[in-house]
């Protein structure tokens, strides 16, 4: 079991990939991208006293698609997802914790990549929805964003879920949801094999009790920003009522880091196009200092 401790060297990377969703509307596309500036701009790198790592640019978001052409950006989400592992190894051997702003969930798939290549590890994927869309379970795929949780772990196009041939990224049984609140995604992931804490009650261990084993060598903690009640913050893509408080949030962020094994954290899906002035943003980010610091 890795023993990373909490003390860890924060180091922030832009991963502003908004290849993985659909358009919001006609000739408009996610303005999740700019999530990084918005908390950058509510100084999230000092205030965490973090290192930055920069940004890695994604490929050119192309909003054409329709039923039968496979998921949404394939491909460039799959060149992405080589240079974001990369990226994230890179922090990794060099003594440093992996704090990525995204973007959409997609980029799971580069710090997925990344862990499978050094060891076995479990994902805490925090969201209000369980983003396991598959041909198991769907009609059509399309959206990577949607169905991230269902291609790290060997669900769906060769060349994203196989990757130098390592599928899975991550095994049914080292994955955890946590809040997620749709009914269909709980019945989706009901008999996966995927552990999972519905609504807004969330203990710690749970968790702990399937990422700390000594059959893992950590895990990665993926945050979307709608695993927060619309209350908290409502500038993301798929809304869902029942969250967390910004409080809830924090504490279970800053008891996942303190775990043993922790690697890395991603935090997902903020959309500034929709956080007209710029409210929500600063939240968050008050929400990451205390979670993070």
């Not at 479990?122 to 291609?151: C, I, K, Q, T, W």
């Not at 945050?223 to 927060?228: K, M, P, R, S, T």
Request: hydrophobic share 40%; aromatic share 4%.
């Amino acid at each position: 079991m890795s023993t990373i401790t909490p003390d860890r060297n924060l180091t922030i990377l832009d991963a502003p990939s908004n290849l993985g969703l659909r358009p919001p509307a006609e000739d408009v596309i996610p303005g999740c991208y700019k999530a990084p500036w918005a908390l950058r701009d509510n100084g999230l790198v000092a205030r965490l006293g973090a290192a930055d790592a920069g940004t890695l640019v994604p490929p050119r978001y192309v909003a054409t698609w329709k039923p039968g052409d496979g998921v949404r950006n394939g491909r460039a989400i799959a060149d992405y997802t080589r240079k974001l592992a990369a990226r994230v190894a890179g922090i990794r051997e060099s003594g440093g914790f992996p704090v990525l702003l995204g973007g959409d969930c997609s980029i799971l798939l580069g710090p997925a990549l990344a862990l499978r290549r050094t060891g076995r590890y479990g994902v805490a994927y925090l969201d209000a929805h369980a983003d396991f869309r598959h041909l198991g379970n769907s009609p059509h795929v399309g959206a990577a964003a949607g169905e991230d949780l269902a291609l790290i772990t060997g669900r769906g196009e060769d060349y994203l879920t196989d990757i130098d041939g390592l599928r899975p990224y991550v095994r049914d049984e080292d994955v955890i949801v946590l809040g997620v609140r749709d009914d269909e995604d709980v019945r989706d992931i009901s008999g996966s094999g995927l552990a999972f804490v519905a609504g807004n009650d969330i203990p710690l261990e749970a968790a702990e009790r399937v990422l700390v084993r000594d059959d893992l060598d950590g895990f990665w903690i993926h945050v979307d920003a709608d695993v927060l009640d619309p209350s908290v913050v409502s500038a993301v893509d798929s809304p869902s009522p029942g969250g967390l408080t910004g409080d809830q949030l924090a504490d279970l962020v800053r008891g996942l880091v303190a775990l043993p094994g922790a690697a890395g954290i991603q935090v997902t899906i903020l959309d500034p196009d929709l956080d007209e002035d710029g409210s929500q943003a600063a939240t968050l980010t008050d929400i990451l200092v205390s979670a993070l610091t």
